[in-house]
């Protein structure tokens, strides 16, 4: 009746799916993500003592801990206490853990609501100072809007003029070299969506304002020295782009051996997509993903970024979804991609097997 069953073909045929199969289906080579920033740096002093916060437990008074929650409010996960002063308490109330579950959930986290290591390692990681959550934000998928879907409008060809502070910059890398890199990270956004970027001298009169600033610097968001909050941006279509001038930027860490180093395009392209609009992503290698490893580097765009900027602006003519995919790394991506090709592999063994049991 089952005649396989006496044939030694079946036995071969499962030999050869368990032993040959997961090398058909899995990619020898899957990128790592790059972007996740877990960091013991002792050099981060802006967060540093957020250490002591591990292992808190909900319904306990823990000595400070609302310092930590001024960081949840910081960046979108706390409002301000309705209480008479304003001041956050030091109890890990049910309000602080459902902050601690979005934050979770924001950072691709294993979502526990405790300060457990992999959180706590996360929320001192160096990071965009731009709010990761609104209480009325547009998400989708895993971009994100500014509340209000804010995008530039100048028409259907759209140019948008950048400078640089002529007073607030930094003098250990040359301008030149500065604006090679800045040129390199617009020109990613610009081949993906119709807008072009150009750079003029005049500061006051251009769209996209960029300088290096060091702590209050008078946008109500100030900087804090080494680490912490790297750089922030504005929304359309304000244009204002400040960079921590406290930071050690760097170009090229063959030849900056700092272990606090920043990726300057890393941050560029990343602060670009707030002026054009994005918001955090919670994919961990997309550019809108909050935080930066020092002495690492994120500069091509991911799926993820790509189709929330089109979702904004449209297509650019001339981009091709092939030439994003040859630099898409993206782990997920690539699970994807290849467990489609594992059911065509298995699809096409399963009908030249049983059309040679047939035969014989
Ligand atoms: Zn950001
Ligand atoms: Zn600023």
């Known amino acids: 009746m089952f005649p396989l069953f006496g044939n030694c073909s079946f036995l071969f045929f499962f030999l050869f799916f368990f032993c040959f199969l997961p090398r058909l289906c899995f990619p020898t080579k899957i ?9 013991t740096d002792d050099h981060n002093a802006t967060w540093h003592n957020f250490t002591r916060f591990k292992d808190a437990e909900k319904g306990s ?12 409010q910081q960046f979108g996960y706390l409002s301000i206490p309705n209480n008479q002063n304003h001041n956050f308490t030091d109890v890990f109330d049910a309000q602080f853990e459902s902050a601690v579950v979005s934050y979770q959930q924001k950072f691709e986290l294993s979502i526990t609501g405790k300060l457990d290591s992999e959180t706590i390692l996360t929320i001192m990681s160096p990071r965009c100072g731009v709010s990761d959550i609104s209480p009325t934000i547009h998400a989708t998928k895993h971009f994100a809007y500014f509340y209000g879907r804010p995008r ?9 003029m950048y400078a640089f502070s002529s007073t607030d910059m930094i003098d250990y890398i040359s301008l030149p070299k ?34 290096f600033f060091r702590g209050n610097h008078g946008d109500g968001q ?20 400040h960079l921590d001038k406290d930071e050690t930027w760097a170009i090229d ?6 272990k606090t180093a920043i990726d300057l395009e890393s941050v560029a392209t990343h602060e670009i997509g707030h002026i054009l609009g994005l918001a955090h992503s919670s994919i961990k290698e997309a550019v809108m993903y909050p935080s930066l490893k020092p002495r690492s580097r994120k500069v091509n765009l991911k799926l993820d970024d790509v189709e929330g900027i089109q979702a904004l602006y449209g297509s650019n003519p001339n981009f091709k979804y092939s030439s994003l995919l040859a630099y898409e790394n993206s782990y997920n991506k690539a699970i994807n991609l290849n467990q489609r090709s594992c059911s065509w592999t298995f699809s096409i063994v399963v009908v030249v097997f049983f059309s040679l049991f047939m035969i014989t």
């Not at 823990?62 to 001024?70: D, Q, Y």
């Not at 100030?222 to 782009?241: C, I, M, Q, T």
């Not at 860490?253 to 700092?258: H, L, R, W």
């Open 222 to 241: 100030p900087f804090d020295g080494v680490l912490g909050v790297l750089a922030h941006a504005f929304s359309p279509e304000n244009g204002r782009f």
């Open 152 to 160: 530039w409008d100048r028409g259907s060809s759209m140019t948008l």
């Open 31 to 39: 990128t790592a993500g790059q972007a996740t920033v877990i960091t």
């Open 61 to 72: 008074h823990v000595s400070c801990i609302s310092e930590l929650k001024k960081y949840f």
């Open 253 to 258: 860490f063959e030849k900056v051996k700092s």
């Open 178 to 211: 500065i604006k090679t890199v800045f040129k390199r990270s617009f020109s990613k956004w610009a081949s993906v969506i119709p807008v072009n970027f150009t750079e003029i001298d005049n500061y006051s009169s251009a769209n996209i304002r960029i300088g």
